[in-house]
């Protein structure tokens, strides 16, 4: 019914525009016809949130509270809870466009650039080029990237078996600005990480796409969360198996520095994710005795993760510019398998 709702709406709004389409080509030379158009500009705007509405609705099962009515999801938790249900809704389908109703990209440009304007927040302000009034280039293929990853995150490997279908929420939590969950499936647990969250008209959305927070046995999760999550290196009893990506496609190291080639060009790293390169290093010395090298240039995730600091699909560098003597700051350097095979092969 629903669907056939907004059917109906949809057409109606292909008719409007039609009709003002027609109206525009005449020379609107009096008052009376002025008002018309402004008349038909406000059913063309409230037929399109009310298209959205329906369309939002039928994805989450929920009723969605539009920007000019009470909120019948009173509370910042109920909201959260909400757009949680529906990224599963959408991660469950594979239907990147439908997650992509959950993120600042849903919006559109016109609704966002207003949001833009009334938030000021820089979280919000860096996802928008003023220069191609758009938002920021590749921030669709990041978003897309996040979404997959968090479906690989559940397809089946050796001592994993989930199923984003039969998965149950178990918990939501609002974390200064992110969202975290709790998902579990049979005696499986994942954490799913809902990175910079803001309350937008169109409701909680997303603008800087998902993380897999941690996955394993509830009994170990509930055992020690702390350590599932980041700083432990089993999951069941066997081994936990870490990605294999890397922001840089070629390391070496010299005690406690380390010289990476990130972007086609050599630098001394300085820091990853506000950890400092000496901290790192002294980490894989103790950790992994005589293969620390090999393992801070192979294994970057698993070493962070065994910092308490498990990366996502990309990670913050501080670098030294040697030539110029420089520090340079990368906010979202991309962690890529392909990266992470070219450090490899280099190494060989």
């Not at 059917?7 to 009096?30: H, I, M, P, Y």
């Not at 008349?39 to 099962?61: H, P």
């Not at 109920?78 to 990209?105: H, M, N, P, W, Y």
């Not at 969950?181 to 998902?210: E, M, Q, W, Y």
Request: glycine content about 8%; some cysteine; aromatic content about 8%.
């Amino acid at each position: 019914m629903k669907s056939f709702n907004a059917f109906v709406l949809a057409f109606g709004l292909t008719a409007v525009l039609t009709f003002f389409g027609a109206c525009s080509k005449e020379n609107v030379s009096d008052a009376s016809k002025a008002t018309e158009v402004d008349d038909l500009k406000a059913q063309i705007e409230d037929l399109r949130n009310q298209v959205q509405v329906l369309e939002v609705t039928e994805l989450t099962g929920k009723e969605v509270v539009e920007p000019d009515k009470e909120s019948k999801i009173k509370s910042q938790k109920e909201r959260a809870d909400a757009l949680v249900q529906g990224i599963v809704s959408s991660v469950s389908a594979e239907d990147f466009q439908q997650f992509r109703k959950f993120t600042c990209l849903g919006m559109g440009k016109e609704a966002f650039k207003a949001f833009m304007v009334q938030s000021g927040d820089r979280k919000v302000l860096r996802v928008w080029d003023s220069a191609s009034d758009d938002f920021v280039l590749g921030l669709e293929n990041k978003m897309k990237a996040s979404f997959d990853a968090v479906i690989d995150a559940g397809k089946q490997s050796p001592g994993w078996d989930w199923d984003w279908n039969k998965a149950t929420i178990k918990e939501v939590m609002l974390d200064q600005g992110d969202v975290k969950a709790v998902l579990s499936f049979g005696d499986r647990v994942l954490g799913l990480h809902v990175d910079d969250i803001f309350d937008t008209p169109n409701g909680l959305l997303t603008f800087d796409g998902l993380n897999v927070l941690g996955k394993g046995l509830s009994k170990e999760l509930n055992k020690n969360r702390e350590a599932e999550l980041g700083k432990g290196f089993k999951q069941g009893g066997q081994p936990r198996r870490f990605k294999k990506l890397s922001p840089f496609t070629k390391v070496s190291c010299a005690e406690d520095k380390a010289l990476v080639t990130y972007s086609g060009k050599e630098y001394e790293l300085m820091s990853i994710d506000d950890l400092a390169t000496k901290q790192i290093l002294e980490f894989c010395k103790k950790t992994y005795s005589g293969t620390w090298e090999k393992r801070f240039a192979e294994d970057l995730v698993e070493v962070m993760s065994g910092m308490g600091k498990e990366p996502g699909i990309s990670v913050k560098l501080i670098l030294k510019d040697l030539a110029a003597d420089k520090i340079i700051t990368v906010n979202e350097a991309p962690m890529t398998e392909g990266n992470r095979r070219a450090v490899w092969e280099s190494r060989k």
